[in-house]
């Protein structure tokens, strides 16, 4: 059974750094039809995607927060790290990581998030 | 960076009618589009992958259309269960830059 949880702290500071952790099981990072994302979701909200790592450790970002997001794994560990520096109330969401499958072998765009983390709460306040 | 558009915002029916939601994308992005339902207090589940496969365990009443910038995710035949948020989701190439739409929202009329 494939599962993602996150974890991390549900209470941060403005101008703190959020590390989130995302450990799955039932895959293998190193898996290359097989990658994970973080998406978040301010209350009542729309979904809003963060950031992407590969298996093969290459990284993408969101266009607009990619100044303040590093991801990266721990294939060993199963594990998989978002750091967000400079946290503002804004920040305040339900953060999720989802694995994102690709239906091709040859690297197209045709993948989609499969499976997903229950999710985590996180709210930036003093 | 691409934009998803989705329409309506709101779409408000009754169970056993016919659900289409709509959802618009600045350029073409090919077959590449997913689409997602979420209820109140869950995480996003995967329904349609390439603009019209039904992932695993998904009931054959939901069905997806469209290529290049037009998609459609079609409802047959509601089920009281269906009342949730769908939004749509792509994936530009290269730089790997995934957007989602702003969602709809099938309410119970």
Redesign the interface.
């Known amino acids: 059974q494939v599962t993602l949880k996150e974890s991390g702290p549900v209470l941060v500071k403005p101008t703190e750094t959020l590390t989130l952790t995302c450990t799955v099981s039932g895959f293998s990072l190193s898996n290359a039809r097989m990658g994970v994302?973080w998406i978040r979701q301010p209350p009542g909200k729309?979904?809003?995607?963060l950031a992407?790592i590969f298996s093969n450790d290459e990284k993408?970002y969101?266009?607009s927060l990619k100044s303040r997001l590093t991801i990266s794994k721990d294939t060993s560990k199963s594990q998989v790290v978002l750091t967000m520096t400079n946290m503002d109330p804004v920040d305040t969401a339900t953060y999720?990581c989802?694995r994102v499958y690709y239906?091709d072998s040859s690297g197209?765009?045709?993948?989609?998030?499969?499976?997903?983390?229950?999710?985590t709460m996180v709210t930036v306040s003093s | 960076e691409i934009v998803l558009t989705q329409s309506p915002a709101t779409l408000s029916l009754s169970p056993g009618e016919r659900a289409t939601l709509s959802c618009r994308a600045s350029q073409s992005v090919s077959s590449y589009l997913a689409w997602y339902q979420q209820k109140p207090g869950q995480a996003p589940r995967l329904l349609i992958y390439d603009a019209s496969n039904r992932a695993t365990g998904i009931p054959a009443r939901f069905s997806g259309s469209g290529s290049g910038t037009d998609f459609t995710l079609t409802i047959s035949s509601l089920e009281p269960e269906d009342f949730a948020v769908y939004y749509c989701q792509q994936r530009s190439n290269w730089p790997p830059l995934y957007t989602f739409g702003q969602g709809t929202k099938l309410e119970i009329k």
């Open positions: 994302s729309a979904l809003e995607w992407h993408s969101s266009t999720y989802a239906y197209s765009q045709n993948d989609a998030f499969d499976i997903w983390g229950q999710g």
